[in-house]
């Protein structure tokens, strides 16, 4: 289902293959920020194992946790369910069409699970019945892009992916998807079902380098996450400068059939025949990270604006301090070279020394440890601020690594006790104004980025709150000025989430921003201010 304006005319169309881009979508009129570029169901979706399957899994008829060993299991094929009244084991998009193919391996178990209930390899198998229950939609799953040709037998990838496709713990690394389907249902097929069916394990292949390049994730409120393939959103090209953000109806669809409907919003202007993008790596992650995630993931190696650009749009996010030699300092910033080359040298700015890509990546890995081991601590502030203040001598402050950091220490500033003061809340007021700046230039639109920019601006909003309270801030108009200024941090918090109120981060951040916009306007009944 696409969406269409008053005069029937698609929002995009399908351009033809160029270069290494492959089709890919392009406006068919200009679009503002919020127009629709298309609604669409999926052709398919199904659960991604559980963080710790051999304790929870998901339920294949609903997908909400249930006890690996403890729960129900479903009558016919055995797989664990939350109930054997489960509406989604008679439904065909859910569990019903699976549920005979399951039902070909007579043995229940209760012991090493997570192995015998493979939740991986459902999506696949889901996939390879759509020949039957949809062969329209078959039809146009196995259009999308597999990339087979980087996945041939014997690569590294063709094994590395398959043996890992949505797989979160598993104790034998050696056992495939695709030879778990095979040897476990796929053999054992009746002659009558082979008649109904044609699978083998070139297509559940090909399948899992349809899913592995094109799949979308939807995580559901209850803490699981599905895998969802959709025949014309698979189709937009990436950009590391997204002009789209996807939403769905994942919790609460409009009717039954629109289970997991996508939509594709604008988010800045798109002018006719400018291509339509979205994202598949992290916006805040460096160019050499990004485009290293994107051809392990899907087999391209991005060239857009951002990675073409040293300083990443100005943000300068990947950039070091240059140290000079021992003759001479030297307060230059080194970026790579040629950003687009995975071996560039570092170059600075104000002088001739130059740094080898293989020692920056050394430094940045060691970096990487550090700020995953503090924050894994739930660091305190200040373990926090000596990280930061170690990486200072070495990364441009807006370096990700700093930017991480800093994300941390503004939601414990003016919160935790001894860090309340005047100036705490100055320092806090001007990191965030600095992640904000950044932010917003990496993501302009919000498409990326707006939990992190809500986060900030809550931030913000609470350490200006707390600044007009102090004592020494005895002017009206200097009160005033404050106050106006959080209220506009107040408001763009609550503009960022417009868009992921289906999401439970969102929801719940919302709640709380919300809170605090009713503490600020009784504030200001109390002050007597029309802000």
């Not at 140290?323 to 570092?346: A, F, V, Y």
């Not at 809550?458 to 309270?469: G, P, T």
């Not at 992921?500 to 009944?525: A, P, R, T, W, Y």
Request: glycine residues 4%.
């Amino acid at each position: 289902m696409d969406q269409e304006n008053g005069n029937n005319e698609l929002a995009y169309h399908l351009a033809e293959t160029q270069d290494e881009l492959g089709r890919h979508l392009m406006a068919s009129r200009d679009l503002n920020p919020g127009d629709i570029v298309l609604t669409e169901r999926p052709l398919v979706f199904g659960p991604k194992a559980m963080l710790d399957p051999d304790a929870i899994m998901p339920c294949v008829g609903c997908y909400k946790p249930v006890l690996t060993e403890t729960g129900e299991r479903c009558t016919k094929c055995g797989w664990p369910v939350c109930s054997g009244n489960c509406p989604g084991l008679q439904d065909p998009r859910h569990h019903a069409a699976e549920c005979e193919i399951l039902s070909l391996r007579p043995e229940c178990v209760l012991t090493n699970m997570s192995e015998y209930y493979r939740h991986d390899a459902l999506m696949p198998l889901r996939c390879a019945l759509l020949q039957k229950s949809d062969p329209e939609g078959f039809a146009k799953l196995l259009d999308l892009q597999s990339h087979m040709e980087c996945r041939a037998p014997g690569s590294e990838a063709y094994e590395y992916v398959l043996k890992n496709l949505h797989k979160q713990n598993s104790s034998e690394a050696d056992e495939f998807i695709v030879e778990y389907l095979i040897n476990n249902f796929i053999n054992k097929m009746d002659e009558k079902l082979k008649k109904s069916y044609d699978i083998n394990s070139e297509l559940l292949h090909r399948i899992c380098g349809i899913i592995d390049t094109n799949a979308l994730e939807i995580r559901l409120p209850q803490g699981t996450e599905l895998s969802a393939l959709y025949a014309i959103t698979c189709k937009m090209e990436h950009s590391c400068v997204p002009n789209t953000k996807h939403t769905s109806f994942a919790f609460a669809p409009k009717d039954k059939n629109d289970l997991y409907e996508i939509t594709i919003k604008a988010v800045v202007p798109i002018l006719k025949n400018e291509h339509i993008a979205t994202m598949y790596s992290h916006a805040l992650w460096g160019t050499q990270a990004r485009r290293q995630h994107l051809k392990d993931s899907k087999y391209f190696a991005c060239k857009c604006s951002r990675c073409r650009d040293p300083t990443e749009l100005g943000t300068y996010l990947s950039a070091m301090k240059c140290l000079g030699d021992d003759n001479k300092p030297c307060d230059g910033i080194h970026l790579p070279e040629d950003p687009l080359d995975d071996e560039t040298d570092w170059v600075c700015n104000k002088c001739a020394i130059k740094v080898r890509n293989s020692q920056v990546n050394m430094v940045m890995s060691q970096m990487g440890e550090d700020v995953e081991t503090v924050l894994m601590m739930d660091g305190s502030i200040t373990l926090l601020e000596k990280l930061l203040w170690r990486f200072s001598t070495f990364l441009h402050p807006n370096h990700y690594y700093m930017y991480s950091l800093k994300h941390s220490l503004v939601q414990l500033y003016g919160r935790e006790q001894g860090y309340m003061s005047l100036d705490i809340l100055e320092k806090k007021i001007k990191m965030c104004k600095e992640l904000i700046a950044i932010t917003k230039a990496l993501d302009p639109g919000n498409a990326r980025l707006s939990i992190y920019n809500s986060v900030l601006q809550h931030e913000l909003f609470s350490a200006l709150v707390l600044k007009s309270k102090d004592r020494s801030i005895k002017k009206v108009d200097e009160i005033k000025s404050l106050l106006v200024e959080a209220k506009l941090a107040i408001e763009d918090a609550l503009i960022s989430l417009k868009d992921d109120l289906e999401e439970v981060s969102g929801k719940k951040l919302q709640s709380v921003i919300e809170d605090s916009k009713k503490d600020f306007e009784n504030l200001c009944k109390q002050k007597k201010l029309s802000i």
